[in-house]
């Protein structure tokens, strides 16, 4: 049996997950029940429905992820759990479980970051793939590398540098209202496409023209925002964005609104709306030309592009910048948007263009999963960093300083 194995356990925001890794390199398995039918309807996650779920979910899950990996709780040897951020009452449920668990088994209990997660979920996938060429030796691993971290939640460059075993994070940059993967959210639900908005748009978008509606990132200035002549929000209270370089801070709430008037403008409303039951008929977004036609006429299909080359370009001129800036030769994009098809392209070929070294999580390991935070909680393991016996949830917890 091998030995440094460690469960994890998922369950901050709308999928509830297991996994089983072994010495943070190799996985075992990795279970995620969707609650994607759940939220379709509301175009969103709804807290209440989210914990109830996770609820059903998390012993089938885990015992699931158990079976797959062929091992049962006496072989393991930690449990790690996501200890936020996220939603409150979801990430309470996977915590009182792996608290349960680890209680009864007498193992040690580890409490990850999500976001740490996140950048893990490549560190892991690359392990694995260089373990499977036998080129573990070569391991650029362990090197310092920008993290781009962009989801449905967050929006961040962190500076990743490794030190003693263990990783330290700097926050380079970050979102000043919405993040990322939010705006996909909030412009599929307007204009009647479902929820996770990303993956529709992402489907959507290439059959339209990215150029059709030049949507555009005003140049973020940190002053007028702290001194309350931008909207302040409860993200922007809570971090140190004075410290930030503003080259290097996003805003995606204003290009929802420009996505907003541009459907009011040209009156797109009542289609979004007619759309809604041919895209719940659908169930999942479309593959092809005619699909795509078939549910959005051809200048809804150029707003879809043009709203995500924006975007997609926002995000590579900052995270580039900071790149540069920080002299930082290796990018790691990671997170539910970094399974994006455009964004996976534009970003590598402008690292390839600049000599930078670039990665990215398999897509099943870029949205939410388990196999990430028990990949996470390997450093801490092997330095016997262990969560104590009143660990709670913490809906806001930051990742670096
Ligand atoms: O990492 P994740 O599963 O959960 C959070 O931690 O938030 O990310 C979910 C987000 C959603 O906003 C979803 O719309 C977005 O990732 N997403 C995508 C794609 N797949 C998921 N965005 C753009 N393109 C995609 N293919
Ligand atoms: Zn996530």
Not at 28 to 35: E, F, G, K, N, Y
Not at 168 to 194: I, N, P, Q
Not at 207 to 232: C, M, N, S, Y
Request: proline share 5%.
């Amino acid at each position: 049996m091998p030995s440094g194995l460690i469960l994890g356990i998922e369950s901050s925001c709308d999928e509830t997950a297991a996994a089983v890794v072994e010495r943070g390199a190799k996985t075992l398995s990795s279970v995620v029940a969707s609650q994607i039918a759940t939220h379709l309807r509301y175009g969103g996650v709804v807290p209440e429905l989210a914990s109830r779920e996770h609820l059903r979910a998390i012993v089938p899950v885990v015992r699931a992820a158990l079976a797959e990996a062929h091992v049962t709780l006496t072989d393991l040897d930690a449990i790690a759990v996501t200890s936020g951020p996220g939603l409150a009452g979801a990430l309470l449920v996977g915590i009182t479980y792996a608290k349960a668990l680890a209680f009864a088994q007498g193992l040690p209990l580890i409490a990850v970051n999500h976001l740490e997660g996140h950048i893990h979920a490549v560190l892991l996938q690359e392990r694995q793939a260089l373990a499977l060429q036998n080129q573990r030796a070569a391991l650029p691993l362990d090197e310092q590398a920008l993290a781009l971290v962009v989801s449905g939640g967050h929006t961040h460059l962190f500076l990743a540098e490794p030190a003693d075993g263990m990783w330290h994070y700097s926050v380079v940059g970050r979102t000043l209202d919405d993040a990322a993967g939010e705006a996909y959210d909030k412009v599929a639900k307007l204009l009647g496409l479902g929820y996770p908005g990303g993956p529709w748009i992402d489907a959507l978008a290439r059959f339209g023209d990215p150029h059709a509606v030049p949507f555009a990132f005003a140049q973020i200035k940190t002053k007028a925002h702290l001194e309350g002549k931008a909207p302040r929000t409860k993200a922007a209270k809570t971090a140190p964005i004075a410290a930030l370089d503003p080259h290097f801070l996003f805003s995606f709430s204003g290009i929802k609104t420009a996505v907003l008037r541009y459907v009011e403008l040209h009156g797109l409303r009542d289609e979004a709306t007619a759309r809604v039951p041919r895209m719940l008929a659908a169930g999942r977004p479309p593959q092809t030309k005619e699909a795509a036609l078939a549910l959005c006429p051809q200048p809804t299909l150029d707003l879809i592009a043009s709203f995500q080359h924006a975007v997609i370009g926002d995000l590579m001129k900052k995270t580039f910048a900071a790149a540069e800036s920080l002299d930082a030769q290796r990018i790691l994009v990671t997170g539910g948007v970094a399974a994006n098809r455009e964004l996976r392209e534009r970003f590598v070929a402008e690292a390839s263009r600049r000599g930078l070294q670039i990665a990215f999580p398999t897509l099943a390991l870029s949205t939410d999963n388990a196999a990430m935070i028990a990949a996470a909680a390997w450093p801490r393991f092997t330095a016997g960093e262990f969560a104590a016996t009143d660990l709670s949830a913490e809906p806001a917890l930051a990742l670096g300083n």
